[in-house]
């Protein structure tokens, strides 16, 4: 495939940037530039392919997930770091295909419905949070209730209003993984490094890898380890863990594969819906007609005597189409996680090799002006037909979800978190500039990372009026 002419020995090394660059900006320059769908760069003899167009996307990762599924070697956060037990980052073995089958057996479209009471429970403590604080530490109240969710679903836990030490130990690991991931470290592209020693100068990465595996062995066993403690005494509760053990069994093989599958869904959900509701109450304050909107429409459904719940979903197409367009406009994970091709292919006469890497570039799909005009402003109304109702002509953006045999297994959980949480807040809380703070000097700046979400901004978030508080209550 097309792409920019690389050096001797180090290949396009220079034109690949760390996911703190804005990677997705580069690569979607870079195949306007050679006016392709499929780029190729290289670096130290690697491959790296770059689909930028849902139908390269969807023939390759989809209908060819056969030979598309593995994952390349990740030297940083699998075998450093001590991360290798997350079913997401490993080769598509065994262990990956027993995880995929524990994850389902909760989290499909049907059983993950047992558990929206908890979304919504905790959708309610969100907007009681926010507005005793009038929006105050908004980002450490929306990754508490995500947090929150995991816990209760995953493992029966209730945690603690703040400081909660499960999700401490959790966020810990998450950061780990986050960093690690989004330097593109120099060792996952020379893998001999790995065996430099940590006192060597220029070593950071392996005193990092020090720490960070240790936030990787609590982040596998201590939120287990209590779980089959309260199983022992007798109180365990309703969650995935019981579900996955007694519908597997409890032998030690399955045990670890069922830890490795608890672990990964806190790893795998909770950045990523926290950072989509971020993007979300960014998008509120800098468009109040759309919450005026979502609210006027929300309330011709279901009136103003009670809170919306899940059997309002489908009644609200408009704010349906909202939480399509906070995805849409600045998807969280704007690059899925690479797939490595396991054997050599060929696509519109391009010939790739086995052992590429392969990612798709989720944000230049999402903001292709032919598919959504006008892709950077904010407009859920793009995804209703003039009927109002959802255009089902209009390509949903749940390609954030991933593709193939690697598509998220919490995709229908964060979808009820998402849509609840929205729901809520739209029908309870009044989302405006902080006092002395114009809308217009507000921008929507967001932070490059493997996950991306809005820099902090000055808003004020409080209750519509005391009945609404009323209705929670």
């Not at 005793?132 to 908004?138: F, I, V």
């Not at 950061?175 to 996952?188: F, K, N, P, Q, W």
């Not at 109040?288 to 005597?305: D, H, K, M, S, Y």
């Not at 978190?417 to 700046?445: F, K, M, N, S, Y």
Request: aromatic share 10%; with cysteine.
């Amino acid at each position: 495939p097309p792409g920019p002419h690389g050096l001797p020995l180090v290949g396009n090394v220079s034109d690949i940037p760390a996911f703190d660059q804005f990677p997705w900006l580069k690569y979607d320059m870079l195949s306007r530039n050679y006016d392709t769908d499929v780029l190729r760069l290289s670096a130290f003899g690697r491959n790296l392919i770059v689909l930028s167009s849902l139908e390269a996307a969807t023939e390759l990762l989809d209908k060819r997930s056969s030979i598309y599924s593995d994952r390349p070697r990740m030297i940083m956060v699998n075998e450093l770091s001590g991360f290798g037990w997350t079913f997401g980052s490993i080769d598509a073995n065994e262990d990956w295909r027993v995880c995929r089958k524990m994850a389902h057996t909760d989290f499909h479209a049907t059983p993950v419905k047992k558990y929206r009471h908890v979304l919504t429970k905790h959708a309610h403590n969100l907007v009681h949070r926010l507005d005793a604080e009038r929006g105050k530490r908004l980002q450490m109240h929306l990754r508490h209730m995500v947090g929150a969710n995991i816990m209760q679903i995953v493992y029966a836990i209730d945690v603690l209003p703040e400081n909660d030490p499960f999700i401490k130990l959790a966020e810990a690991a998450q950061e780990c993984i986050s960093r690690a991931v989004a330097g593109t470290y120099l060792v996952d592209l020379m893998p001999l490094l790995r065996y430099v020693p940590a006192w060597f100068p220029g070593a950071q990465f392996q005193r990092d890898a020090a720490i960070w595996r240790q936030a990787a062995e609590k982040q596998l066993n201590v939120t287990f380890d209590d779980y089959l403690r309260r199983a022992n005494e007798g109180f365990s509760g309703e969650c995935t863990v019981k579900a996955i053990r007694e519908k597997f069994g409890e032998d030690t093989e399955t045990e670890r594969c069922a830890r490795m599958t608890a672990a990964s869904m806190y790893i795998a959900g909770s950045e990523t819906v926290a950072a989509t509701l971020h993007t979300f109450f960014l998008a509120m304050l800098l468009h109040p007609e759309v919450l005026a909107r979502a609210r006027q429409e929300l309330e011709a459904a279901i009136g103003t005597t009670r809170l919306p719940s899940f059997d309002d979903i489908d009644a609200v197409p408009y704010l349906d189409a909202v939480v399509m367009e906070v995805i849409r406009w600045q998807p969280a994970v704007p690059m899925v996680i690479p797939h490595k091709l396991c054997a050599d292919d060929t696509y519109k006469g391009y010939h790739l090799e086995k052992g590429s890497v392969v990612t798709v570039n989720v944000w230049a799909i999402l903001h292709d002006a032919k598919t959504y005009p006008h892709p950077d402003a904010f407009d859920p109304s793009r995804f209703l037909a003039p009927s109002g109702a959802v255009d089902p002509c209009v390509p949903d953006p749940f390609i954030v979800f991933g593709f193939g045999r690697r598509v998220c297994p919490g995709q229908h959980m964060a979808l009820d978190a998402l849509w609840v949480t929205v729901a809520t807040v739209v029908a309870c809380l009044d989302v405006r500039p902080a006092p002395g703070v114009r809308i217009e000097d507000v921008r929507a700046e967001f932070v490059s990372g493997f996950v991306v979400e809005p820099k902090e901004f000055p808003c004020e978030i409080r209750f519509r009026s005391a009945t609404h508080a009323a209705l929670l209550d």
